[in-house]
């Protein structure tokens, strides 16, 4: 145990880093590299598919002179180095991660508190169920917009700012729609939704930039599944608690009223408590950095970074493409489930709002589990691409039972298969977060996570809209069948994926690679 400026650090080791990673120096924005001295090669320009080359212990790490002026623009250098770097765990690390579960747990239930009473909201508001169903989708849309914004304020700016504006934007968006405890006011309950729905975009991006920044590379996705959990949890608490506070009585508006604002008013006082505990507990980085990935990357200096020309670099590795396609389709299905669960359960056992959210719990408890023992099993075997694809076929496989046995009569059965279905499908939520970091490092993990969001926010609305028509105008069934040709595609293009695990590469100390972008962590 060592105790340092104040503060307490474990599991300390000094490590020396492999040749030609302790050094990496950033290019002026994320520019193609060329090629590297010492045997190291050149990323294939737009993509990084091809295995990273190990280098001998005598590979030098000294950069050749730069050739033209545009050379120290497009090169990544690799200067002299080989020096040692400490790399000590940071007790801290558990309460930030643990801070932020909460917080975006709480994001997560206002996300969900309409839908799973839509029929309740939208008596009490007068309104349809496609407006209530706006008040879920309001998420997705704010996300789209905004998370070019906020991924810039995460890479140039920092964590801690993030998590600040995340929380209390969530406090704020809790304390309007206190605001709105009466039938008329529809317009500030979405006014209020909305400003929930922008602190999410400072929230969805966090968990793999955490997990990094904070945890060692034997617990890095373990610690990205702990903090999707959290917002798994949320979702969870969603479904589960609002049909038990607010009781359906259509004849009784004023006990609707009091009933709904218990539910507000103590949403509102957590989210202020977490807001004020977010800035007691964050810091920007821990004193050490946990890894040697880490190490390599904060030794770059910040005001080289160039966002524009990192989305460049993204949108040009061929693999990351497929992955925030595939990415969209699993996760915007979760959210379009979720959305309108409520309605396809209601619609084969009339009366069962309160069993709609234990059901949608048991989906979501479900995930959460799959969640960690996906995270777990990443830490162990470093699988990406193969879990990635088992998971996937898995939950396509749970969506076709969840489709053919909802209509048929047993509750039980829908418990059964809605939980199977969760366990598959959210637990993919994780996956898909560090395999874009391993395959597009050392781009921001705040980048690459941001992006896969936004993907899932576009598909989701998609989904949300079409499934909620085929399900109004024809069946559940019809909906989901159209969800499950959409999986089916997603499958495939998972498949396709050429994996190329960097960030392991490096922490295994077997990569000497000219890297073809670096981020901008702080």
């Not at 190329?500 to 000219?514: C, T």
């Amino acid at each position: 145990m060592v105790e340092d400026g104040g503060e307490e650090e474990a599991e300390g080791e000094s490590a020396e880093m492999p040749a030609g990673t302790a050094a990496l120096q950033r290019c002026n924005g994320f520019l193609p590299g060329k090629e590297a001295v010492g045997g190291g090669r050149a990323a294939p320009a737009g993509g990084q598919d091809q295995p990273a080359e190990p280098s001998g212990p005598s590979a030098p790490s000294a950069p050749s002179a730069p050739s033209g002026a545009a050379a120290p623009e497009a090169e990544a250098m690799l200067p002299a180095g080989g020096g040692r770097a400490e790399t000590r765990l940071s007790r801290r690390r558990l309460a930030v991660l643990a801070v932020f579960s909460c917080y975006s747990l709480v994001n997560a239930f206002q996300w969900i508190q309409y839908s799973i009473l839509s029929n309740v909201f939208a008596g009490f508001y007068g309104v349809s169920f496609t407006e209530i169903d706006w008040l879920s989708m309001v998420y997705m849309v704010a996300y789209v917009p905004l998370i070019l914004p906020a991924t810039w304020l995460l890479d140039t700016r920092g964590l801690r700012l993030t998590a600040l504006l995340g929380a209390g934007l969530n406090a704020l968006g809790a304390w309007l729609k206190c605001g709105s405890l009466a039938p008329q006011r529809y317009p500030l309950t979405l006014a209020a939704q909305a400003v929930c729905a922008v602190a999410q975009v400072f929230i969805l991006g966090l968990p793999s930039r955490i997990a990094s920044v904070w945890f060692g590379p034997t617990e890095v996705s373990t610690a990205c599944a702990v903090a999707v959990l959290g917002n798994q949890l949320g979702t969870a608490i969603g479904f589960l608690l609002p049909p038990v506070l607010v009781p359906n009585t259509p004849n009784d508006i004023d006990l609707m009223a009091h009933n709904i604002s218990i539910m507000f008013y103590g949403t509102a006082i957590v989210s202020t408590l977490l807001f004020f505990l977010t800035g007691v507990v964050f810091e920007e980085k821990p004193k050490y950095p946990p890894s040697h990935s880490q190490a390599v990357l904060q030794t770059i200096p910040p005001e080289d970074y160039s966002y524009k020309q990192s989305i460049t670099n993204l949108f040009k590795n061929t693999a990351f493409v497929l992955l925030l396609i595939s990415y969209g389709i699993m996760t915007g299905t979760f959210y379009s489930v979720s959305t309108l669960l409520n309605q396809m359960i209601l619609t084969h056992y009339e009366g069962e709002e309160v069993n709609a959210g234990r059901i949608g719990l048991t989906l979501v408890v479900a995930g959460m589990v799959g969640s960690i023992i996906c995270g777990l099993w990443l830490d162990y075997t470093k699988t990406y691409k193969q879990t990635t694809l088992i998971v996937y076929i898995l939950s396509f496989i749970g969506l076709l039972v969840f489709t053919f046995t909802l209509d048929l009569g047993y509750l039980i059965v829908v418990f059964v298969t809605g939980g199977v279905l969760g366990f598959f499908m959210t637990g993919y939520l994780p996956l898909g977060f560090e395999f874009a970091v391993e395959i597009t490092y050392p781009e921001s993990e705040g980048t690459s996570s941001g992006l896969l969001n936004a993907s899932a926010q576009i598909f989701g609305i998609l989904f949300t809209l079409v499934q909620g028509k085929l399900t109004t105008d024809y069946s559940p069934r019809a909906g989901n069948l159209f969800l499950c040709a959409w999986i089916f595609v997603g499958i495939i293009l998972t498949a396709l994926i050429k994996s190329n695990l960097r960030r392991h590469s490096v922490n295994s100390g077997i990569m000497n690679l000219d890297v073809k972008a670096v981020s901008g962590d702080s």
